[in-house]
């Protein structure tokens, strides 16, 4: 059993730099699949960005490749997005989600292990 627990989101201005963390409990195994997705109200959950675990292999959604970064650190089972340059479409609730096999594609149904969220609002 894996737990994910998301931190690092809150209210900034466009243009600016927030990174989220995802602390996982439990064993992360080479092969696995970590990814951040987001909800704005109203709209479905959209993919942001995934990586493979011990591999690499960063994936990223249109929407942000350029600003957005996603990263591990092995050590401390820990999964960042940094967000640069953010702007008041990347308002949403992120959460951390968690595949236990390679995941190529960014379809929500493919992820078994999800975080609470975590808020994130870009405003003047």
């Known amino acids: 059993q894996v737990q994910l627990v998301e931190s690092g989101g809150g209210l900034v201005q466009p243009g600016d730099s927030l990174r989220l963390s995802c602390a996982a409990s439990?064993?992360?195994?080479?092969?696995?699949?970590m990814a951040w997705f987001r909800q704005a109200p109203g709209k479905e959950r959209e993919f942001v960005a995934l990586?493979?675990?011990?591999?690499?292999?960063?994936y990223y959604a249109g929407s942000v490749k350029g600003r957005f970064t996603i990263s591990r650190d092995n050590a401390k089972n820990t999964v960042y997005l940094q967000m640069n340059t953010l702007v008041p479409e990347d308002t949403a609730v992120y959460y951390c989600?968690?595949?236990?096999?390679?995941?190529?594609?960014?379809?929500?149904?493919?992820?078994?292990?999800w975080g609470q969220g975590t808020q994130v609002t870009v405003s003047a």
């Open positions: 989600a968690l595949a236990p096999r390679i995941v190529s594609g960014g379809d929500p149904r493919r992820y078994d292990y």
């Open positions: 439990g064993r992360i195994f080479s092969g696995y699949t």
């Open positions: 990586i493979i675990w011990n591999i690499g292999s960063p």
